[in-house]
């Protein structure tokens, strides 16, 4: 199995919230509960808050010792809530034209996360 994989299925396994945008799992350090990026091609993190670091088999002792983190935001599970509330609001309205403004906020959305994501990665 690649670190990679390693790493992701750690994740899942311990129930950690992360985001992972390649090459890095972006998550909250165990210590101080900032955000952090463990690098997926050699599982080493740090934290530039606490100054701690360390690699994957670091965090698993963390977690056997009951440290928790706290939940990460990611942007993608929050668009498809959004998106998915915005879908049940429409089926409930019987007015064509209140769905007409529920679609162009729905694409207001879209396009404010098609935004930040390549704001983000740009």
């Known amino acids: 199995?690649?670190?990679?994989?390693l790493c992701l299925s750690f994740f899942k396994e311990h129930k950690?919230?992360?985001?992972f945008r390649s090459p890095v799992i972006i998550f909250n350090c165990l210590y101080c509960k900032n955000e952090i990026k463990l690098n997926v091609e050699n599982g080493e993190?740090?934290?530039?808050?606490?100054?701690?670091k360390g690699n994957l088999f670091d965090l698993k002792d963390l977690i056997t010792k009951g440290y928790?983190?706290?939940?990460?935001?990611?942007?993608?599970?929050?668009k498809n809530k959004?998106?998915?509330a915005i879908k049940l609001i429409k089926n409930e309205i019987n007015d064509p034209k209140i769905q007409a403004k529920i679609d162009e906020i729905n694409q207001q959305v879209e396009l404010l996360f098609i935004y930040f994501v390549e704001k983000e990665s740009g």
Request: proline fraction near 3%.
């Open 68 to 78: 928790i983190s706290k939940m990460i935001y990611n942007p993608r599970k929050e």
């Open 16 to 19: 950690i919230n992360y985001y």
């Open 82 to 84: 959004i998106k998915q």
């Open 45 to 52: 993190w740090n934290c530039n808050n606490c100054s701690k």
């Open 1 to 5: 199995m690649n670190i990679k994989l």
